[in-house]
């Protein structure tokens, strides 16, 4: 597991944007892995809504999200970003990052440990 960092949460409105930053928190550079972005509303399961690899820098999307979010990643700088756009209501959650494997992410974003850091709060009001 790589130490990551989670920052650009915050509140906004309906059909507003957020951009969301992840950076590793170790030696490890997140460059070298493939990155997820995650999130968990209040009494429900943590879900997966993006990747990006670290290969060819193909993305992929939750179809919640298809559309109004993007993932991408400044290898200079070692981070990845989520920018959303459009926010919906129904929107909010703990929004976390992780390096994984794409082909994987979603299954991972089920998974419980100590590895998940302490996100950032998306907050969407009506």
């Known amino acids: 597991q790589v130490p990551v960092v989670e920052s650009g949460g915050g509140l906004v409105q309906s059909g507003g944007s957020l951009r969301l930053s992840c950076a590793s928190a170790s030696e490890f550079t997140l460059d070298l892995y493939d990155v997820g972005w995650f999130r968990q509303a209040p009494g429900k399961e943590r879900e997966g809504v993006s990747c990006?690899?670290?290969?060819?820098?193909?993305?992929d999307y939750s179809d919640s999200v298809k559309g109004r979010f993007i993932i991408s990643r400044d290898n200079t700088k070692k981070t990845v970003y989520l920018q959303m756009n459009s926010l919906k209501p129904e929107d909010p959650a703990v929004y976390y990052c992780?390096?994984?494997?794409?082909?994987?992410?979603?299954?991972?974003?089920?998974?419980?440990?100590?590895?998940w850091g302490q996100g950032t709060q998306v907050t969407v009001s009506s």
């Open positions: 990006i690899s670290r290969s060819d820098g193909s993305t």
């Open positions: 992780a390096a994984v494997y794409c082909v994987s992410y979603q299954a991972y974003g089920l998974t419980n440990h100590d590895g």
